[in-house]
């Protein structure tokens, strides 16, 4: 078994490089000044617990605490990553949810250009994993796909996705199991040192100790539980690789839901405000009622916020509806949301992008693969007017209801410009090789260019991908049992660095 301290060879870039572009979102000015990093996690790396460190570019989150200038221009600091669901490109798999930290080594430098590229300047090593666990500390939580019908039952807990299996979940023994299934998708770290993850089967939002038992759970409106012949249905219509019972793990009719989220597009993105104290989570595209079933109608997304101020008890206090982009002028098909993030006071960060397109796909060029930034400050607060089961804020096709004012939307960093990428070496279209971007970038953080405040409105923005753990040297079932991905690729989990410049005395986080 191998354990990595990802020692990567440390590299330039040029952080003083003209603006790339500029965007104006609610009278206020944002500067994409330059990609400033790369750095990845070989496919094969291997956590404590002896399975392949993958796909947890799903969400991170930077400890800002952390987070420190040394004197030679170099930082340090410790980022939390959440894999999704596991292995899952050949079917969902007992995957036990976990958090892995790692500490990251960044080192600009002044002289990578697209004639002398750099290589990789952030550098991972990896720390720790927790594992997450139910209400009653001991069950696991799965990544399997949930149940078709029926739920999990926790004394102060809403009734709780769960998935049905036998034995050990992995083809071994046949006792019926159940499980809390977690589809992870966002991360933020709580004032209190607990973690708050965002799910796509619920979708849900959890709350967890330190240790990985699970505390709060957050269920959200009804308009956007899944509902399926006429009762709940948290399947995602995604089945099993080992065999589960009779009726489990076999994918589930109708396989669209007609109303709630569709399947594996739950919430998707999530983030705290800058005090710790408000919660927002976001639908990675429109409710199937509200025409996620259609590529060209699933643009309008919900976006909810909670005062979790009482951390045990959070409150559901806003509703507003944002505007996904299109990926083409054509307008015949969405770019859906990977990840928020809360800048300041109704401004955010949102992760969109196209799919199938890079590493290990059959295009490999992305068309559309952007963090922009939406404003809420004039955005109709939908709170209590369309939660109903039955209630739409849009038709089937995806027209939304008059009187409804959804966010501001302003484009902003373009992670497809070549002449970015390849100042690093990397590159978006071209040859397949293991420099091509992944697919999936799904996560977002930030942290000041100064090492401490930020006073002077410059920030570092990092994102990591998601490599669906594939990989042809994997393990998984605390390493008892090896697998290959079928595609034959290797994708590692990479990163990227932006620098940006924020709206002048910006203040994203409270001292």
């Given at each position: 078994?191998?354990?990595?301290?990802?020692?990567?060879?440390?590299?330039?870039?040029?952080?003083?490089?003209?603006?790339?572009?500029?965007?104006?979102?609610?009278?206020?000015?944002?500067?994409?000044?330059?990609?400033?990093?790369?750095?990845?996690?070989?496919?094969?790396?291997?956590?404590?617990?002896?399975?392949?460190?993958?796909?947890?570019?799903?969400?991170?989150?930077?400890?800002?605490?952390?987070?420190?200038?040394?004197?030679?221009?170099?930082?340090?600091?410790?980022?939390?990553?959440?894999?999704?669901?596991?292995?899952?490109?050949?079917?969902?798999?007992?995957?036990?949810?976990?958090?892995?930290?790692?500490?990251?080594?960044?080192?600009?430098?002044?002289?990578?250009?697209?004639?002398?590229?750099?290589?990789?300047?952030?550098?991972?090593?990896?720390?720790?994993?927790?594992?997450?666990?139910?209400?009653?500390?001991?069950?696991?939580?799965?990544?399997?796909?949930?149940?078709?019908?029926?739920?999990?039952?926790?004394?102060?807990?809403?009734?709780?996705?769960?998935?049905?299996?036998?034995?050990d979940g992995w083809g071994n023994g046949d006792t019926i199991q159940r499980a809390i299934a977690i589809d992870g998708e966002g991360l933020a770290l709580g004032n209190d040192g607990t973690f708050w993850i965002s799910d796509e089967y619920g979708p849900y939002v959890y709350q967890?100790?330190?240790?990985?038992?699970?505390?709060?759970?957050?269920?959200?409106?009804?308009?956007?539980?899944?509902?399926?012949?006429?009762?709940?249905?948290?399947?995602?219509?995604?089945?099993?690789?080992?065999?589960?019972?009779?009726?489990?793990?076999?994918?589930?009719?109708?396989?669209?839901?007609?109303?709630?989220?569709?399947?594996?597009?739950?919430?998707?993105?999530?983030?705290?405000?800058?005090?710790?104290?408000?919660?927002?989570?976001?639908?990675?595209?429109?409710?199937?009622?509200?025409?996620?079933?259609?590529?060209?109608?699933?643009?309008?997304?919900?976006?909810?916020?909670?005062?979790?101020?009482?951390?045990?008890?959070?409150?559901?206090?806003?509703?507003?509806?944002?505007?996904?982009?299109?990926?083409?002028?054509?307008?015949?098909?969405?770019?859906?949301?990977?990840?928020?993030?809360?800048?300041?006071?109704?401004?955010?960060?949102?992760?969109?992008?196209?799919?199938?397109?890079?590493?290990?796909?059959?295009?490999?060029?992305?068309?559309?693969?952007?963090?922009?930034?939406?404003?809420?400050?004039?955005?109709?607060?939908?709170?209590?007017?369309?939660?109903?089961?039955?209630?739409?804020?849009?038709?089937?096709?995806?027209?939304?209801?008059?009187?409804?004012?959804?966010?501001?939307?302003?484009?902003?960093?373009?992670?497809?410009?070549?002449?970015?990428?390849?100042?690093?070496?990397?590159?978006?279209?071209?040859?397949?090789?293991?420099?091509?971007?992944?697919?999936?970038?799904?996560?977002?953080?930030?942290?000041?260019?100064?090492?401490?405040?930020?006073?002077?409105?410059?920030?570092?923005?990092?994102?990591?991908?998601?490599?669906?753990?594939?990989?042809?040297?994997?393990?998984?079932?605390?390493?008892?049992?090896?697998?290959?991905?079928?595609?034959?690729?290797?994708?590692?989990?990479?990163?990227?660095?932006?620098?940006?410049?924020?709206?002048?005395?910006?203040?994203?986080?409270?001292?």
């Amino acid at each position: 078994m191998r354990f990595f301290p990802f020692a990567l060879a440390a590299s330039t870039v040029n952080l003083a490089v003209a603006q790339v572009s500029t965007a104006q979102c609610s009278g206020k000015k944002y500067t994409y000044e330059g990609l400033a990093g790369y750095g990845f996690v070989p496919n094969d790396g291997r956590d404590k617990y002896g399975d392949t460190l993958g796909g947890f570019g799903s969400a991170i989150a930077l400890d800002r605490s952390k987070w420190e200038k040394n004197k030679d221009g170099s930082y340090k600091g410790v980022l939390y990553a959440l894999p999704d669901r596991g292995w899952n490109t050949q079917g969902t798999i007992n995957y036990q949810p976990r958090i892995h930290k790692f500490g990251i080594t960044f080192t600009p430098k002044p002289s990578a250009t697209v004639a002398a590229p750099s290589g990789p300047n952030l550098v991972f090593t990896y720390k720790d994993t927790t594992l997450l666990y139910g209400p009653d500390g001991i069950t696991p939580c799965t990544g399997l796909d949930a149940d078709p019908t029926g739920h999990i039952s926790y004394p102060g807990f809403p009734p709780l996705p769960g998935a049905t299996f036998l034995g050990d979940g992995w083809g071994n023994g046949d006792t019926i199991q159940r499980a809390i299934a977690i589809d992870g998708e966002g991360l933020a770290l709580g004032n209190d040192g607990t973690f708050w993850i965002s799910d796509e089967y619920g979708p849900y939002v959890y709350q967890f100790k330190p240790n990985g038992k699970m505390i709060t759970a957050i269920r959200p409106v009804d308009a956007i539980i899944p509902m399926r012949n006429g009762t709940e249905s948290f399947s995602a219509n995604s089945p099993y690789l080992f065999p589960g019972p009779p009726g489990f793990g076999n994918g589930v009719i109708p396989a669209d839901n007609p109303t709630g989220r569709d399947n594996n597009k739950g919430f998707e993105g999530m983030t705290l405000s800058g005090d710790g104290k408000t919660l927002f989570v976001a639908l990675q595209a429109a409710d199937n009622q509200e025409g996620g079933l259609k590529a060209t109608g699933r643009r309008y997304i919900r976006l909810l916020k909670y005062d979790i101020t009482v951390s045990s008890s959070p409150r559901f206090a806003r509703e507003y509806v944002v505007p996904l982009p299109f990926q083409n002028a054509a307008h015949t098909k969405v770019a859906a949301e990977s990840e928020i993030f809360h800048i300041q006071d109704g401004s955010f960060f949102i992760l969109a992008r196209d799919s199938s397109a890079g590493h290990g796909q059959a295009s490999p060029t992305s068309v559309y693969r952007h963090i922009d930034i939406f404003n809420i400050d004039l955005a109709t607060n939908i709170k209590g007017q369309y939660d109903h089961s039955t209630c739409a804020i849009a038709d089937a096709n995806g027209v939304l209801n008059t009187g409804i004012t959804p966010a501001e939307y302003c484009s902003f960093i373009d992670f497809n410009i070549n002449a970015q990428l390849n100042r690093f070496g990397v590159h978006n279209g071209g040859v397949q090789d293991q420099f091509l971007l992944n697919e999936k970038w799904e996560s977002i953080g930030m942290v000041p260019v100064d090492g401490k405040r930020g006073d002077d409105d410059e920030w570092f923005v990092f994102s990591l991908s998601d490599n669906d753990f594939i990989t042809q040297n994997g393990f998984l079932n605390f390493g008892q049992t090896p697998y290959k991905d079928a595609s034959g690729f290797n994708l590692d989990n990479q990163a990227l660095v932006f620098k940006i410049k924020l709206p002048i005395h910006s203040a994203p986080f409270p001292v």
